[in-house]
């Protein structure tokens, strides 16, 4: 029972770093209309960013300042220099344009930082455990992640809910022609919205910094994942990417930790556990593949 | 560095002693595939700047034989390391090569080189078919066979007294291997074991497991990126101070040890050489590699250098020949001075030598890896036996 | 005329390419090139549903990979005299595993296909792409097969005639079939069923309003352009004789979708040429710097922002041709 409760537990926290990722590509996704795959490049450069920040000073929140800021930097030279002129393009251009952004990302952090994984301390006052669950001493670390990432979510929520900026985003989503027609910027918005998913990646790269690796190529291992959430939860929707995130982490997280052992029962040793392994790395993607033959546009399609 | 680079052999006029006809001819052209780029790309790196240490020690030659070699990227993808063996092989007309990492990559350059009648001298992978029945007289492993690597864990196991053992590896060729050399050599009881992904980074599902199952120790065979990760979040779940690890080498090697901090003190490991190992050869290397390249040599790097010093004694003997036969002669006769201390090629042409217990512990207020005890000697392998040449 | 008379120079060229290398002194190069037209041929075949059908398959790596894995298997029966589940015996006869790759393919495409094209636009890019993660774990976890280590095929494929460990009768043979298959795709887009096609990807409203069911011809298209990447890997299987998971990975899909966009969306020769100039620039860009992929990204962002039309409308400009 503690067992399930921890890796319910683990599930969430991987949701909510899915999460992260996730919002900012939907937003992007619903309103400009651009499949983004340097999303996940944004990720790697606040994970690099808060990495040499970290190591040359020593003080976590300049950390977290030099990611924020290099994630949305980058963010705005890529919308400004790139993104923009992919608007009005189809789908397939976005996606060359954008994986040759990936090529040239990665082999510049190879450039200034060299191949080797970096390390990132974690913050003096989360290196302990809470024993949340009787038992069993959870990393008080991951409980900051899933404390951060919900409330990124409520303040998503109240941002795009009851702000203009949010009142706007909602109707750019749905109806992208109609705001533009309104005479509202669409330009300014634009950049905002994609300077907002390049911060929310940068954060779920820094808050990734201290306990996966900080490497050249992390970004792709999260993007896939990533889009599977998106079209889960309903392309342009928000509350679908935090529905689709959870759904993702925990079903995932389930997967790994349970099928093999369930396999073992029915299978020998050696074969339950690499069918075990092939299973549960399929497991999301046969999700999203059912999820989608029932509901073609996600479960909370933004466009109606 | 340039990803063609060569290392052009200086046509010196310094005449070597043992080094008349061949040396003053076209250099020995050496083929080296090794993965430069991802996760595992400092793992190349460090074999081919070790190999190219030990040329430029000799002024571009080995053995007193003036070598050209040239360096590719395989980028951890086993038909990249083919295209490149063809090319080499056609275009290059190279009848010499070294330098695979990864199993996988070896898996398709090996036959290829060893088909057209090249030479092959491997300074880290070392699956078993080539260790066994597909063994060939022109393939040579200068680091170990992966099992050992494994087994060598399992004999640490025992004598450091774990009887409840909780196993796990990612879930390919080499990961399975781990687990079953692994088992081969411990006589405890394994509780549970766990394939992971090749590509994961979260491990929290398998922690959670392992905490469950309430093990003396944990073996796991994560290489390169992979094990830092690992292990900063074993470390995480405040896991390290109540269950203790016993792992092979590639788990834990100094630039892993960086890169995790103080999440790997206590671990334990086996290996075959360290850099804090007394002989003068060993001592030389490290001063060397600190010197050029300001950094601590991992064993990937010894591999590299052990196979150029390798390779540059039977080069002497042969005076620059690379007609397998007699470079077999020379080459077996492991005429060199092996930074590990013993060194001699077994039945199967893989080494036979002597392997250590390591700690990772503090010295002088950093941590290192410190050399224990030596728990096996003149180990060679468990397919030398299927092997007939 | 000009357009004919390039083709057949081209032709000629692509002939005697073999000879030519002998000549230069690169007997390498002949195995490049048929690497190269092995990603030229399953790139033609996305062609047909990306141009042709307006289909965005992010996921054709894995009809490219089940081609090569059904080399790979029969020839794993075959060496071991086992035949799969008792029933069916290896071979080594590309007569015979060559159109067998077209048929598993096929039958892969024509169930993916059928799920997938329920859905449209970026769903239908992101369906596609999860069927071909989910058959790239599927291989990741066949141990029979080697896994994720893939497998080695130790001899090519035996051809009545024809000694395929020569590279240079491989090559033509590969120069043969992708013509013959370049030929039946001209025929297809050429054909009712090809101008069908065309009209959903201009306007699928208008298709059904004039009383054509869309599905059907998609469905089809689909399973045509399955079927050529199936025999593009079994091809690819025979020159690398090797197969790994890494063959329908995500990023091969990806690469596959830059060689169409590259060489010309909706051309019949683009891909080729795309096959053609991505290699090369990958081998040009690799022997300047080891940091090659920073040069070759922003080549591929500016290709899109300002290269409209890919290789081909390029040359298409140099020989002068007009097209509506």
């Not at chain 1, 389930?254 to 549960?280: K, M, N």
Request: proline share 4%.
């Amino acid at each position: 029972m503690a067992l399930l409760a921890e890796q319910l537990l683990n599930g969430l926290q991987l949701g909510v770093m899915l999460f992260l990722l996730a919002a900012g590509l939907t937003l992007v996704f619903g309103i400009m209309g651009v499949i983004n795959l340097a999303h996940g490049s944004l990720y790697m450069v606040g994970a690099f960013g808060a990495a040499v920040v970290a190591q040359a000073t020593g003080s976590w929140w300049l950390a977290l300042l030099g990611g924020l800021l290099a994630a949305g930097v980058t963010g705005m030279v890529m919308e400004l220099v790139v993104l923009r002129r992919l608007y009005a393009r189809d789908h397939l251009d976005q996606v060359l344009a954008t994986f040759g952004l990936i090529l040239f990302f990665n082999q510049l952090m190879v450039l200034l930082f060299g191949r080797q994984p970096r390390f990132v301390a974690l913050p003096a006052w989360f290196t302990g455990s809470v024993e949340i669950i009787p038992g069993v001493p959870y990393p008080s670390y991951r409980l900051l992640i899933i404390a951060v990432g919900l409330a990124v979510a409520g303040g998503l929520y109240l941002l795009i809910q009851r702000t203009r900026i949010g009142m706007l985003v909602r109707a750019g989503a749905t109806h992208r022609e109609m705001v533009r027609a309104l005479g509202v910027d669409i330009r300014l918005l634009y950049t905002l919205v994609f300077g907002l998913g390049a911060l929310l990646a940068g954060l779920a790269g820094i808050m990734a910094g201290p306990v996966f690796n900080v490497q050249v190529g992390m970004g792709e291992q999260i993007l896939i994942q990533t889009f599977v959430v998106v079209v889960i939860g309903g392309i342009g929707s928000v509350r679908g990417a935090l529905f689709g995130a959870l759904l993702v982490g925990v079903v995932d997280t389930l997967l790994r930790g349970f099928v093999p052992g369930l396999l073992r029962g029915v299978l020998d040793a050696s074969q339950a556990d690499a069918l075990g392994a092939a299973l549960s790395s399929m497991g999301v993607y046969v999700l999203m593949a059912l999820v989608l033959l029932i509901k073609p546009r996600g479960i909370f399609p933004a466009h109606a | 560095m340039q990803r063609r680079g060569f290392l052009a052999a200086s046509a010196g006029l310094t005449s070597v002693l043992a080094a008349p006809a061949y040396a003053q001819g076209a250099p020995v052209k050496i083929g080296m595939i090794t993965t430069l780029s991802g996760p595992g790309g400092y793992l190349g790196a460090d074999i081919r700047d070790a190999f190219q240490l030990a040329v430029e020690q000799e002024q571009g030659k080995l053995g007193g034989i003036n070598v050209q070699v040239l360096v590719e990227d395989d980028a951890l993808r086993p038909g990249q390391g083919k295209s490149i063996a063809e090319r080499f092989l056609r275009n290059e007309r190279i009848r010499l090569m070294t330098g695979v990492v990864f199993s996988n990559v070896l898996g398709t350059v090996a036959p290829d080189v060893l088909d057209a009648d090249g030479i092959y001298v491997s300074p880290n992978a070392a699956p078993s078919n080539f260790a066994g029945r597909e063994c060939h007289r022109n393939y040579y492993t200068m680091a170990w066979q992966n099992d050992t690597l494994h087994e060598t864990a399992g004999v640490l196991a025992n004598t450091l007294g774990y009887k409840r053992m909780f196993i796990l590896a990612p879930n390919y060729q080499a990961g399975r291997d781990a687990l079953t050399g692994f088992k081969r050599k411990f006589g405890g009881e394994v509780v549970q074991e766990v394939y992971t992904r090749l590509d994961q980074t979260d491990y929290a599902a398998e922690l959670a497991q392992i905490r469950a199952a309430r093990p003396d120790a944990v073996f796991q065979f994560h290489p390169g990126g992979l094990g830092i990760g690992f292990l900063r979040q074993y470390a995480q779940a405040g896991l390290l101070s109540t269950i203790p690890q016993c792992v092979p080498n590639p788990s834990m090697d100094s630039t892993t040890l960086a890169a995790v901090g103080d999440a790997a003190e206590g671990v334990n490991l086996t290996s075959h050489w360290n850099s804090d190992f007394q002989n003068p050869a060993s001592q030389a290397f490290v001063a060397a590699f600190r010197a050029k390249y300001n950094r601590l040599p991992t064993y990937y790097a010894q591999q590299g250098y052990d196979t150029a010093l390798a390779i540059g004694a039977a080069l002497r003997q042969t005076r620059g020949s690379i007609d397998p036969a007699a470079f077999r002669t020379a080459m077996l006769k492991a005429d060199f001075v092996s930074t590990r201390g013993k060194f001699a090629f077994g039945p199967n042409q893989h080494p036979v030598q002597d392997w250590y217990a390591l700690k990772v512990e503090r010295v002088a207020g950093t941590l290192a890896l410190v050399t224990k005890s030596k728990i096996l000697e003149n180990e060679g392998d468990s397919y030398a036996a299927q092997c007939r040449l | 005329m000009r357009e004919k008379i390039a083709l057949a120079i081209l032709f000629a060229a692509a002939v005697a390419l073999p000879f030519l290398m002998r000549a230069l002194d690169l007997p390498g190069g002949t195995g490049v090139a048929t690497s190269i037209l092995c990603l030229a041929f399953a790139a033609s075949s996305l062609n047909l549903i990306i141009g042709h059908g307006g289909m965005i398959s992010f996921g054709h790596a894995a009809y490219y990979g089940i081609g090569a894995y059904t080399v790979g298997i029969l020839w794993e029966h075959f060496r071991q005299q086992e035949p799969i589940f008792g029933l069916i015996p290896g071979t080594d006869q590309l007569l015979i595993t060559l159109p067998a790759a077209m048929l598993m393919a096929g039958l892969a495409a024509a169930v993916i296909g059928a799920l997938s094209l329920r859905t449209s636009g970026v769903q239908f890019i992101m369906i596609t792409l999860a069927f071909a993660q989910m058959l790239f774990f599927l291989f990741v976890g066949l141990k029979a097969y080697g896994g994720d280590d893939g497998m080695t095929i130790r001899r090519r494929n035996a051809v009545p005639g024809l000694d395929l460990r020569d590279i240079d009768q491989l090559y033509w043979l590969v120069l043969g079939v992708l013509c013959a298959w370049l030929f039946l795709q001209w025929r297809i887009v050429g054909s009712r069923f090809g101008r069908v096609l065309e009209g959903i990807r201009q306007n699928e409203r208008r298709m059904r309003a004039i009383g054509i069911s869309p599905y059907p011809y998609k469905l089809a298209a689909f399973v045509i352009a399955g079927m050529g990447a199936g025999a593009a890997g079994a091809l690819m299987a025979n020159y690398m004789r090797f197969v790994s998971p890494d063959i329908m990975s995500w990023q091969k899909s990806g690469e596959i979708m830059v060689v169409v966009i590259l060489g010309g969306i909706g051309t019949l020769l683009g891909p080729v040429l795309g096959a053609i100039a991505l290699q090369g620039l990958e081998f040009f860009l690799g022997g300047l710097t080891e940091h090659w992929a920073i040069i070759l990204g922003p080549i591929l962002v500016v290709v899109v922002l300002f290269g409209r039309g890919g290789i081909m409308a390029l040359v298409n400009r140099l020989l002068g041709v007009r097209r509506g």
